[in-house]
């Protein structure tokens, strides 16, 4: 009897693993493995296909193994002579890493990725939104979401239909706002906006192919030009080639007309608006030395096409990229850019012709068990040979970065700033300079609401003197907004936002204030309201 009572005692003051689950929002397939207090490093072996690892630790009797993601094949947990065993079906060419946080265990599978830091994608996602209704930073098409660790049962999120696997959506908005459709003076409008969207994801041996589609309709404008839908759509292809190569291609394509900051990020083309079209194609290799260094290459062509009438034009814009990361840690990656881009000259404003170099360092990843960061600095020599006078040229610091922290439960702060440069219609400018920062204040309230608080202020020179001045053009931009959010349930929620937006201009037909209140109700894998 007292040998039993001993190894109970022993059983007792071991950990206890209680859940397992793939986290969906890791830049690479991370498998957590939640305990009851801190495990030690697990012991782990490989034989052909199959990786095991064990901890010295107890199996709840409600753990299970959760649905397999790619590059996983399959996956078995057991608890055997006191040891939880973790097997995993996986091509022996793919690398893993280990990394412990608190009574959390991450299983890093694949090599690093350090994400391009496209400046002028980036730009457009940092500030609160304007008062006319823009589009959302271009989607990602998303894995399966896994349930959170915490949770009893592990299952995929979405409709299954064999190895494909889709996640509906649809929005419903009222928008009642100040248009500067036509001209900088603004015009009320309101309307009505229904948003139906869908993702896909489909493995493909060790890589995948993923999507997703949205289209905005809209009725009862005073514009018949913005009922007209918009669309957009996004695709990845990644195939992993050998033990140490990943191949990839991607297109972004949008079409649309009030979704002015998906061709201007900066903000200049805020009236006169017409009917646009941009395709985004892209190219890249990726190859995982033997230690942490990860080598990427990238060709982008980016052509836009925009109607005649609007007071912008189109453009095409060719890229190519290398970057050399190194993993700091499993969740953090530092990497070195360089870039070489071409404008060349277009059909409608040949002044925007131009080519520019660029070297920076871009830091991506967590920096703490709560905060998160996206950060780049770089220097850029860019030549616009046809512009007017004073603005053939620039050299100078760009940078691009946010930074998260989660400051409790529903809490979340996000700073955010940036320095880039942007194509100009804006009479004998080729370019102007888009500088700012941001923040973002999400707070839990009372009857489960989010309180969603935002202000930025970012500002445009410009480099040739202004016609009706003889100076250089300035505008600065204050933006600012508020709302509240809450979940119906887990896949239905209702929001509500005011936001203003001040532009001030050395020309005086620049300056407008234009204000925006729009109600909204999602349901089906739309995220969270609060976001």
Sequence with gaps: MSAWLLLAVLAADRPVVRALAFQPDAARPTLVVTASAPLPAPQGSRAGETLTLSWPAALAPDAKAPVPVPPVRALRLSERAGQVVLELTIDP??????????????????AATAARSDVTALFGTL??????????????????????????????EGIALGPLVLRPALEALYIKAESTFESPEP??????????????????????????YE????????????????????????????????????DHYARGVLETREIDPGGEYFF??????????????RVQTAGRFLLTAGAYWDRTEVDEQSSFFGYERQTFEGRLGYELSPRLT??????????????????????????????KGELGPLTSAEMFVGVRDQENPRAGEGGRAFRGVVVAGSLRRELGREATLRLSGARATFPS?????????????????????????????????????????????????????????????????????VRADYRRERRNSELDVFDVTTDALTVQVGIGFVGSPAR
């Design 425 to 493: 219609s804006f009479e004998q400018n080729a370019f102007y300079v888009s500088s700012g920062g941001g923040a973002e204040l999400d707070l839990p309230g009372p009857l489960s609401l989010v309180l969603r608080l935002a202000a930025g202020y970012h500002w445009n020179d410009y480099r040739t003197p202004a016609a009706d001045t003889g100076s250089p053009r300035r505008d600065t931009l204050w933006d600012g907004a508020v709302g509240l959010s809450r979940s119906l349930s887990r896949r239905a929620w």
């Design 272 to 285: 006169g608006l017409g009917r646009y079209e941009r395709n985004r194609l892209g190219a890249e290799a």
């Design 127 to 156: 500030f609160p939104p304007s008062a006319e209704p823009e589009a959302d930073a271009p989607l990602e098409a998303t894995p399966v979401e896994a349930p959170d660790a915490s949770g009893d049962t592990a299952r995929p």
């Design 334 to 363: 530092m990497a070195v850019t360089g870039a070489f881009e071409r404008i060349p000259t277009p059909v409608d404003r040949p002044v925007a012709e131009g080519e520019a170099r660029s070297l920076g360092l871009e830091l």
């Design 187 to 212: 015009v009320e409008d309101d309307y009505y906006e229904v948003r139906p969207r869908v993702s896909a994801h489909l493995p493909l041996g060790n890589g995948a192919l993923t999507g997703d």
């Design 93 to 110: 060419a793919v690398p893993y890493e280990i990394a412990a946080d608190g009574p959390r265990t991450r299983l890093v599978l694949g």
């Design 215 to 250: 289209t905005r309709l809209r009725r009862q404008s005073i514009y018949p030009e913005v009922e007209e839908a918009s669309h957009a759509a996004n695709a990845a292809l990644e195939l992993p080639v050998g033990s140490g190569l990943t191949l990839r291609v991607s």
